[in-house]
């Protein structure tokens, strides 16, 4: 089992920057794939970080990829979003996922995952 919360959204400009972070609890935190996913009003949930149990792999969706980083400190059990140039379009709530072995894309693939952090990004 493990328990995710999400921290770290807020109410930011065009061309800001955000961390997330995401508390994890449980024994096999070190041992799970680690995802972010957003949801926008009206759309479905997307993919749009993974990073693997060790951290050495990394995955972005293309409409992030140079501008969001994803990592983990399994020390501190947290995984984090860096997210830099934000623009209008990065307006979601944003979620944190676990899953067992590899990293995926789909959210059926994830069995854990936290409450959600809004994140608003004004032009």
């Known amino acids: 089992q493990v328990q995710l919360v999400e921290s770290g959204g807020g109410l930011v400009q065009a061309g800001d920057s955000l961390r997330l972070s995401c508390a994890a609890s449980?024994?096999?935190?070190?041992?799970?794939?680690m995802a972010w996913f957003r949801q926008a009003p009206g759309k479905e949930r997307e993919f749009v970080a993974a990073v693997t149990w060790t951290g050495a792999g990394t995955w972005y969706a293309d409409s992030v990829k140079g501008r969001f980083t994803i990592s983990r400190d399994n020390a501190k059990n947290t995984v984090y979003l860096q997210m830099n140039d934000l623009k209008p379009e990065d307006t979601a709530v944003y979620y944190c996922?676990?899953?067992?072995?590899?990293?995926?894309?789909?959210?059926?693939?994830?069995?854990?995952w936290g409450q959600g952090t809004q994140v608003t990004v004004s032009s």
């Open positions: 449980g024994r096999t935190f070190g041992s799970s794939a």
């Open positions: 996922a676990a899953k067992y072995f590899t990293p995926a894309r789909t959210p059926g693939d994830y069995a854990y």
